[in-house]
């Protein structure tokens, strides 16, 4: 009860600041002008915000529980939202599927035709590593912040799961943990 107990105030804590966030930010919108995606997109983002917010939370609340140093827990969950945010960007799925353009020789433009762009992954490969991104929350994160998410429902579906996945094995641990 105690680790799942942690987990919800920090949950409530992380949903009440993201609400502060988007009500400032839907102020900023609303006067800059109508926003492109409509209502529903706005809607989809924002169900998709709370999903990887409660997979953050739910990973920093397993690395906080189970450390008794808070100290080394603030140098772990930065470290851990590091490791995660260079694993994420390191993913290349934004690679255009053929070069090609304009090229200055000899003062003058020649246009090139289009070849296919080795470092753009194609296929099954492509599927695997962007379920990858999508599994990851702050791949998710990265998404949102590039408005580039294809699959809200699969990004909610793996919210879940990796919420649950870490709050399970978090849980697990804690109750080996001596609690003094």
């Not at 989809?44 to 827990?73: C, E, P, Q, R």
């Not at 200055?104 to 991104?133: H, K, M, Q």
Request: aromatic share 12%.
């Amino acid at each position: 009860h105690i680790y799942l107990s942690n987990f919800l105030v920090c949950l409530a804590t992380s949903l009440t600041l993201l609400a502060a966030w988007l009500i400032t930010c839907s102020l900023g919108f609303f006067l800059m002008g109508p926003m492109e995606m409509g209502a529903s997109g706005y809607v989809t983002y924002v169900l998709v915000a709370v999903g990887f917010t409660a997979s953050i939370t739910a990973l920093f609340t397993l690395v906080g529980s189970l450390s008794s140093n808070k100290a080394m827990t603030v140098i772990y969950t930065l470290a851990i939202f590091l490791i995660l945010l260079l694993a994420s960007s390191a993913i290349r799925l934004c690679e255009p599927e053929t070069q090609g353009g304009m090229v200055y020789i000899n003062r003058e433009f020649i246009t090139i035709d289009p070849t296919p762009n080795p470092l753009y992954l194609s296929g099954a490969v492509r599927r695997v590593w962007e379920c990858v991104l999508d599994f990851l929350p702050t791949g998710q994160a990265l998404l949102m912040n590039e408005v580039a998410i294809e699959h809200p429902l699969r990004e909610m579906i793996f919210s879940i799961l990796f919420t649950v996945m870490v709050l399970s094995a978090g849980y697990a641990a804690f109750r080996r943990k001596d609690i003094k």
